[in-house]
């Protein structure tokens, strides 16, 4: 699929709720330009399992943010195998727990955690020439610039089966989980889940992977190859 669209460089950002399809499209997307792929929501997962080690109060922000900053992150940007560690320990299966899910969005309303990852996620985009980046608020703050902005939806029942597919849950607890860390997420005072003006929605409830990523992809071709 990369013969149409291999820019020397190109970012594309891709935001939207839990459930719409944003891991999945663009791990293939990355993998389709023969670029790297960032999991932004990942890095939150991964100092939230940091400050739940640590015994934090979810309800003290100063003491979050100083777990979130002398945590040490080992990011795998390979779309085909992406991987986390935090303080030199695998967190991969962790950080998709229940608990941590929990905790998240508690974590992820914290400034000073934003700051300090927003930075980390800018420094990683800058070194490498073709990426993909996901999460809530890329198009907004992360990557402001980038070549393809776009903020993939669904209806939530199809969220929510897609979720609970994933992590062999119920469905109606998924459903129910996701509408709680949508209202979190939208509602936080810093930088929270909304659709970037310039952003392009695709929603995603009746179709499949492969048409979404020939779809963002000529999307993206249209953009660098003016």
């Given at each position: 699929m990369a013969e149409d669209v291999r820019p020397e460089k190109c970012v594309v950002a891709v935001d939207g709720p839990s459930g719409s399809g944003k891991s999945t499209v663009?791990?293939?997307?990355?993998?389709?330009?023969?670029?790297?792929?960032?999991?932004?929501?990942?890095m939150y997962r991964a100092v939230t399992w940091a400050v739940l080690q640590a015994g934090v109060d979810l309800g003290d922000p100063e003491a979050i943010a100083k777990i979130a900053l002398e945590t040490e992150l080992s990011i795998g940007t390979d779309p085909s195998a992406p991987h986390f560690a935090a303080n030199g320990v695998s967190?991969?299966?962790?950080?998709?727990?229940?608990?941590?899910?929990?905790?998240?969005?508690?974590?992820?309303?914290?400034?000073?955690?934003?700051?300090?990852?927003?930075?980390?996620?800018?420094a990683i985009i800058a070194g490498h020439p073709r990426i993909v980046v996901e999460g809530r608020d890329i198009a907004s703050v992360v990557a402001p610039d980038a070549d393809l902005k776009v903020y993939l939806t669904a209806s939530a029942a199809a969220r929510a089966a897609r979720r609970s597919a994933e992590d062999a849950t119920d469905v109606t607890a998924t459903e129910a989980d996701l509408a709680r860390r949508d209202k979190l997420d939208s509602s936080r005072a810093t930088d929270p889940l909304r659709q970037a003006s310039d952003a392009l929605e695709v929603d995603t409830t009746g179709m499949g992977i492969d048409e979404v990523v020939a779809y963002?992809?000529?999307?993206l071709n249209s953009r660098v190859n003016k």
């Amino acid at each position: 699929m990369a013969e149409d669209v291999r820019p020397e460089k190109c970012v594309v950002a891709v935001d939207g709720p839990s459930g719409s399809g944003k891991s999945t499209v663009s791990r293939r997307l990355a993998t389709s330009l023969d670029g790297v792929y960032l999991d932004t929501g990942a890095m939150y997962r991964a100092v939230t399992w940091a400050v739940l080690q640590a015994g934090v109060d979810l309800g003290d922000p100063e003491a979050i943010a100083k777990i979130a900053l002398e945590t040490e992150l080992s990011i795998g940007t390979d779309p085909s195998a992406p991987h986390f560690a935090a303080n030199g320990v695998s967190v991969d299966g962790p950080i998709r727990g229940p608990e941590v899910t929990g905790a998240v969005s508690a974590v992820a309303a914290v400034p000073a955690v934003r700051k300090h990852l927003v930075a980390l996620q800018q420094a990683i985009i800058a070194g490498h020439p073709r990426i993909v980046v996901e999460g809530r608020d890329i198009a907004s703050v992360v990557a402001p610039d980038a070549d393809l902005k776009v903020y993939l939806t669904a209806s939530a029942a199809a969220r929510a089966a897609r979720r609970s597919a994933e992590d062999a849950t119920d469905v109606t607890a998924t459903e129910a989980d996701l509408a709680r860390r949508d209202k979190l997420d939208s509602s936080r005072a810093t930088d929270p889940l909304r659709q970037a003006s310039d952003a392009l929605e695709v929603d995603t409830t009746g179709m499949g992977i492969d048409e979404v990523v020939a779809y963002l992809r000529k999307l993206l071709n249209s953009r660098v190859n003016k």
